[in-house]
């Protein structure tokens, strides 16, 4: 039995490569290829080279949902559209204050909790920690882009350095050297991308940070929560930057949370369907990842499903909706499960 990725590298090695083919848009750059592969091809990497061609020579093949999330990209800096003005407001309610010269720490929420009216309390839970935990911290609000990982993964090359190039700009002419992000993607791109442009800055997950104020004695957990909760590793988080343990030993150490692991997890963590720019492309109900992974957590007996990527939160509510699943299980970012056992101030 020939393997898609297996498929894709033949197709490559000769030359065969077809244009219209539709299963080049099907990868979503998880990573778990490239991790098992015995002579260390980097698939994801001829992958994102393929796409780029394709774009390049036939636009129109793309995607219609893709080409409109890059066409927003380029004129607002999001996927959605939305003006960028109101990339901030987000912090309604929340004292989070402008990036300046005293602060120590940028947060850069990503374009999915800055705004998704869904998932903006992803966003609110982790400034409110950061506030919580004595961070010196501000935003950039109208002044950021989107990281362009997405788009450079779905073959946007020029969009994705237009992006960065902007970003990199602003955060060196603002004296930024340290930025906590909600998004793995985000965190890989800051991380091991931006270098490449001149962008040199540490970069910290927020389960990274987290883990290190619970060893320093900031995070002072008040309230159990007895609920089970079942982690899943974002590949992003994991595969990609092989941080496995921070989220949990943070979850672990809730009073009253029973904590287990997926069928699957770890460097062998299936993918929520998010990445490589399948999060701004409609996946076929039955096609869903998500869809598997919501399923085995409600077989598990979990209450509620956590994880620290806005993609895959993104795919798991969406699955849990029309999966009906809604009054079986709830779906949180790790930022609102400590949030909300922190207790009031």
């Known amino acids: 039995m020939v393997t898609f990725p297996h498929k894709m590298i033949c197709q490559s090695r000769y030359g065969l490569v077809d244009l219209e083919d539709e299963d080049w ?39 219609a949902s893709l080409r409109s999330a890059m066409g927003n990209l380029s004129s607002e800096g999001n996927p959605w559209g939305n003006e960028r003005q109101t990339r901030g407001d987000w912090t309604t309610d929340i004292d989070v204050r402008s990036f300046a010269d005293h602060h120590e720490l940028l947060y850069f929420p990503c374009c999915v909790p800055a705004y998704d009216p869904k998932m903006k309390n992803v966003a609110r839970a982790t400034a409110s920690l950061l506030l919580r935990t004595g961070a010196s911290f501000g935003i950039l609000g ?14 946007n090359e020029e969009l994705f350095e237009s992006l960065a190039k902007s970003n990199i700009e602003t955060f060196k002419n603002k004296g930024i050297t340290e930025i906590v992000v909600s998004s793995p993607h985000c965190y890989t791109t800051f991380k091991q991308e931006y270098p490449e442009l001149g962008g040199q800055f540490k970069v910290l997950h927020f389960t990274q940070y987290l883990a290190s104020c619970l060893d320093g004695g900031q995070l002072n957990f008040t309230k159990e929560l007895k609920k ?77 499903l956590v994880t620290a990527c806005p993609y895959c939160i993104l795919n798991f509510r969406d699955s849990v909706v029309t999966m009906d699943m809604e009054d079986r299980l709830e779906v949180k970012d790790i930022s609102e499960i400590v949030l909300e056992t922190m207790g009031d101030e």
């Open 142 to 155: 109208k002044e950021e882009n989107c990281c362009g990982e997405s788009v450079r993964k779905a073959g």
């Open 228 to 304: 089970t909760i079942v982690y899943h590793d974002p590949c992003y988080l994991g595969r990609h930057n092989g941080i496995y343990e921070e989220p949990r030993k943070v979850l672990r150490t809730i009073p009253g949370v029973i904590l287990m692991d997926e069928v699957e997890s770890r460097e062998n963590s299936l993918c929520c369907g998010g990445g490589g720019g399948r999060i701004w492309m409609e996946t076929l109900k039955g096609e869903r990842f998500s869809d598997i992974l919501v399923e085995q957590a409600v077989e598990m007996g979990a209450d509620v």
């Open 25 to 63: 848009w099907l990868c979503t750059t998880c990573n778990t290829c490239v991790s098992r592969c015995p002579r260390g091809v980097g698939i994801t990497d001829i992958m994102r080279a393929a796409r780029k061609i394709m774009l390049e020579f036939q636009y129109e093949r793309a995607p």
